[in-house]
């Protein structure tokens, strides 16, 4: 131990030093959860030939309905984006405002999602029917399962903002959700490539 | 589905224990449960325990916490050995079978459950437990943090794997059978066509559940070596123990979320009838078989890494020398950590990848006998002219390079692939990866806990009955494993109950049980070292106030125990072997000006989210739809509400810092 004083931390510092601490620790979380789903691409690319008397990829897939959820998820990371920025500005309106956005988005792509899920069930095409389909409602469906709980995150975060305005904590919290909203944008561009256009065409 | 099936699943009054070796566990459990229950009601320590142990977010109290439950994890998958090898000396065709059994006294599916257990235990919940306890202790000393990058996620990932442990011992207390699939539980056996009870199920749960705080733990640990260092530590005058911490972490986040959708994919097979790995509909066997051992392989190297850093601090203060070629070292480690991820198929040689694939990986394979080999060289140089002494702990080292380096020699034998083809499945592989993880893992574990023990409790161990325990332990293990090397060689393949007697392989398997009843007693030994310890500890004080084996790194810079901030002033470091160099040039133990300390509260909430995640665990393995869904609901409540509490910290003023420090520094 040196013979000077350690200097005293003030309160700012030990604030940016969890804002550092946090924000570092939620990207390594993301490069896990990164490979959890690179597990379910490798499965995918595996099982997507053992179709196994059911249909191929390039019969279920429809381009145009795909195209439309990937661009209100594109819209809605952006409009993330705005909100965090107004996270920043500690404006409580803008932050209810884009947040809200994001989260009817985010509603709409689900509410996407599980029609084309509810087709394909309907038709006879089910996870149960071939290894290529159970990978495939496995990897879109994980990816689903993450904007849900995105959602629910969302939804939390907006009513402590209703009522408790835009704390530091709060930016904090905005700014880890951001994150992983855009993360699972990047997610399921891999997905509108690897799976709908490899798959449709 | 009716009423009943939705609250209790497939949970029946037949399924509760009833066979002789269940009831044993079941017995042993509640005897431990009411014994517990009446020490602490009649000492008035619940209280005590829940606010000094359970709630704790401080990283050393939880470290205590892993050892404690892994030690008691370690008995029991010792006895799960016990009875394998019994089973096997009994088991010759040519002896009569009794209690039921056709051969031995253990039936072909109860000792398939018991070597499975037995690998499962031994490193899920042995050596990782171990192994994470020993770094929540040392690692935030050695870098001079207070606490870890989040306290609250070390507290919920210990209280993960608590439930982990405690799901793979269900079966005792809800019946059902524990599956019978090999530790790995390999597909198509672990599915629903071979397998239609909740064994696998147990199996499951317990894996995803311990995985989960295995991978929390890893963030956390990765986080806080990284952004938590004292001033002036840069990472290349980082003690060796952390950086092998750090490479061991890095592993634990790239690998565990493999295992997680791993299991998740077999999860989804069972439990929702996908078709990932079954035999029909197009799944994909060895897809299991390669993703289980992409996650597998570093595994190992994950419990074996940080034991090498262990060496390497005890090597170094024991010859009173700076550890040999130190960047060599970091950079064999790291060398190690990258290689193995490109090694997993050597598990599988006989798949039949073709000639190409296998001398791929076999190449590989041999290669990390090269990092290897270059630490364990660094370890005999740093030896040379140096001062030994010779202490318990580094007859464990010397124990390590006789046994790991057999071991290891081995491992290269096995990575040529015709000679795998011969030796696959054998139990040559059994006895190869035993002298690897307990002459290298275990060894290294045991020689920290007997390095550091004074620090943590302010007395050694008994010094005379540690090296007792030594020699049995090295006696014993040689004569267990040397058999089973003879036995692979001679065509016994592993997880056999019953063999023709005309094989002549009965004296060799007797001599094994011989073995592992010596090591059954080198484990008395050293439980009555710990008694002896702490009877005696008056006398086994450590009166240098802190630093009994004169040693080189922070740690050693605070008292012992440390008090509950670690550090009263964060230390500055100017080089490697920081301490020793304090110590050198004088600058240890100068009078320091106390100040405020933010440090976290201790939190409840570890244990109410593990409790829930337990519950939907256990719900889930019998299809109990209702509790599974009180369990998720609960755990997701829970945490965000952790999540939105600003005010997990608190702060200790300074008069206070100041008179804990001089208690401390005066005794």
């Known amino acids: ?201 | 589905m009716n009423w009943k099936e939705f609250i209790l699943g497939k949970l029946t009054w037949n399924d509760l224990p009833h066979e002789w070796f269940t009831l044993g566990g079941t017995g042993a459990f509640v005897v431990l449960a009411i014994g517990l229950a009446i020490f602490l009601t009649y000492f008035k320590r619940w209280k005590w325990l829940w606010n000094e142990w359970l709630t704790s977010t401080d990283p050393k109290k939880i470290g205590v916490m892993y050892i404690a439950v892994a030690f008691f994890m370690f008995l029991r998958g010792g006895l799960d050995a016990l009875m394998i090898w019994s089973q096997q000396v009994l088991g010759a065709s040519n002896m009569p079978g009794f209690l039921g059994a056709q051969h031995g006294y253990l039936s072909a599916d109860h000792f398939q459950q018991i070597f499975t257990a037995h690998g499962d235990i031994m490193v899920f919940f042995v050596t990782m437990g171990f192994l994470f306890g020993l770094i929540n202790l040392v690692v935030p000393l050695q870098i001079g943090a207070r606490d870890l990058a989040f306290p609250f996620l070390n507290s919920l990932g210990f209280w993960l794997y608590f439930a982990g442990v405690l799901l793979i011992n269900m079966f005792f207390v809800l019946g059902g059978q524990f599956g019978a699939t090999g530790w790995l539980a390999v597909a198509p056996l672990s599915e629903l066509q071979f397998h239609p009870g909740v064994g696998v199920d147990y199996w499951i749960w317990s894996l995803q559940v311990s995985g989960l705080g295995t991978l929390i733990g890893g963030i956390n640990f990765v986080v806080t070596i990284l952004k938590m260092r004292a001033p002036g530590m840069t990472l290349m005058r980082m003690p060796m123990f952390t950086w092998t911490s750090l490479m061991s972490m890095m592993l634990v986040i790239t690998i565990f979320p493999i295992l997680a959708m791993t299991i998740a994919l077999l999860t989804m097979d069972r439990y929702f009838g996908t078709h990932f790995f079954t035999l029909n509909n197009g799944g994909n066997q060895m897809m299991y078989w390669n993703l289980i051992w992409m996650w597998g392989h570093p595994e190992v190297y994950v419990l074996i890494i940080p034991s090498f850093g262990i060496y390497s601090e005890i090597v170094s203060t024991f010859s009173k020398k700076k550890i040999f070629g130190y960047p060599s070292l970091v950079a064999a480690a790291a060398g190690i950590t990258l290689l193995s991820f490109a090694v997993w198929l050597h598990h599988f040689f006989t798949m039949g990848a073709g000639a190409d694939v296998n001398s791929f990986f076999g190449i590989m394979t041999m290669f990390i006998a090269i990092p290897t080999g270059l630490q364990i060289i660094n370890w005999l140089f740093t030896l040379f002219r140096g001062r030994i002494q010779f202490v318990s702990p580094i007859y464990w080292f010397f124990g390590m390079v006789s046994t790991f380096t057999f071991g290891g020699m081995a491992g290269i034998l096995m990575a040529v692939p015709p000679i795998d083809f011969q030796v696959h499945n054998s139990l040559f592989l059994v006895a190869h990866f035993h002298t690897t993880i307990v002459g290298g893992a275990l060894f290294g574990i045991f020689a920290g806990f007997t390095y550091w023990f004074p620090k943590f409790t302010g007395f050694r161990l008994h010094e005379t009955l540690g090296k007792y325990a030594f020699w049995t332990w090295l006696v014993g293990f040689f004569i267990s494993f040397v058999p089973l090397y003879i036995l692979g060689f001679m065509g016994a393949t592993r997880r056999l109950d019953h063999y023709a007697a005309s094989t002549g392989w009965q004296p060799l398997f007797l001599t094994a049980l011989v073995g592992i009843c010596i090591l059954a007693l080198a484990v008395g030994i050293q439980i009555l070292q710990l008694i002896v310890s702490i009877v005696k500890r008056k006398e086994l004080r450590d009166t240098t106030g802190g630093d009994p084996w004169d040693g080189h790194t922070l740690e050693w810079a605070t008292t012992s125990p440390p008090p509950f901030y670690n550090y009263a002033v964060i230390p500055e470091v100017h080089g490697r072997d920081a301490w020793w160099e304090m110590k050198k040039q004088g600058t240890a133990h100068k009078p320091v000006k106390y100040h405020d300390l933010e440090l976290p509260k201790n939190t409840p909430m570890g244990i109410y989210i593990a409790g829930f995640i337990f519950l939907f665990g256990v719900a889930m393995t019998f299809h109990a739809t209702l509790f599974s869904l009180i369990g998720l609901f609960g755990a997701v409540t829970c945490a965000f509400i952790r999540a939105f509490d600003d005010h997990s910290e608190y702060i200790l003023p300074a008069a206070e810092v100041e008179k804990i420090e001089n208690r401390l520094r005066k005794k």
């Not at chain 1, 570092?24 to 997507?48: K, N, R």
């Not at chain 1, 309106?93 to 899920?117: D, N, R």
Request: aromatic share 14%; with cysteine.
């Open chain 1, 1 to 201: 131990m040196t013979v000077k004083a350690a200097t005293i931390p003030t309160k700012e510092q030990i604030e940016e030093v969890a804002t550092d601490k946090t924000l570092f620790g939620f990207w390594v979380y993301l490069m896990t959860d990164l490979l959890m789903f690179a597990v379910l691409f490798a499965t995918y690319s595996v099982l997507h030939g053992s179709i196994y008397n059911g249909p191929s990829s390039n019969e279920i897939f429809n381009l145009p309905f795909a195209l439309t959820e990937t661009m209100i998820l594109l819209v809605s990371s952006f409009t993330s984006g705005l909100g965090t920025l107004a996270a920043h500005e500690k404006s409580r309106k803008f932050v209810l405002l884009w947040f809200g956005i994001t989260f009817l988005l985010g509603l709409a792509f689900l509410g996407l999602e599980l029609s084309e899920f509810s087709k394909l069930v309907a038709e006879g095409n089910s996870w149960h029917r071939s290894a290529f389909l159970s990978s495939f409602f496995t990897l879109v469906g994980t990816h689903g399962l993450h904007i849900t709980t995105g959602l629910v995150w969302m939804l939390i975060c907006m009513i402590s903002v209703a009522t408790k305005g835009v704390t530091k904590s709060m930016v904090r919290k905005l700014t880890l959700l951001s994150l992983f909203w855009h993360f699972l944008d990047i997610v399921w561009i891999f997905i509108f490539t690897i799976v709908y256009l490899m798959g449709a065409l």
